[in-house]
């Protein structure tokens, strides 16, 4: 079992740039993909980036492929997302994940989340 909290969330203005954090509990944590997701009001979670648990795969939603990039300490037992231009519809609370296996369906251990906000 793994235990995430995210951190890093804030305020920024369009065209800025924030750094999350997701430091993780437990000896395991090199043996977990993990992925960010995200929820905006009103709307539904949804998925933003995923890695593979040595880090080498990722994957990204299209609309923040080339803005975002998902990276991960092992050593340090921590996920990072670095958000470059950021965008309003960028706006959400953040969420790190774990699961065992390939980073896609369901994940299974869930932080308690981080709010980003764009300001336009």
């Known amino acids: 079992q793994v235990q995430l909290v995210e951190s890093g969330g804030g305020l920024v203005h369009t065209g800025g740039s924030l750094t999350l954090s997701c430091a993780a509990s437990?000896?395991?944590?090199?043996?977990?993909?993990v992925g960010w997701f995200r929820q905006a009001p009103g709307k539904e979670r949804e998925f933003v980036a995923a890695?593979?648990?040595?880090?080498?795969?990722?994957f990204y939603l299209r609309s923040v492929r080339g803005r975002f990039t998902i990276s991960r300490d092992n050593a340090k037992n921590t996920l990072y997302l670095q958000m470059n231009s950021l965008q309003p519809e960028d706006t959400a609370v953040y969420y790190c994940?774990?699961?065992?296996?390939?980073?896609?369906?369901?994940?299974?251990?869930w932080g308690q989340g981080t709010q980003v906000t764009v300001s336009s």
């Open positions: 994940a774990a699961k065992q296996g390939a980073p896609k369906g369901q994940f299974d251990y």
């Open positions: 437990g000896r395991t944590f090199s043996s977990y993909s």
């Open positions: 890695t593979t648990s040595s880090g080498i795969n990722t």
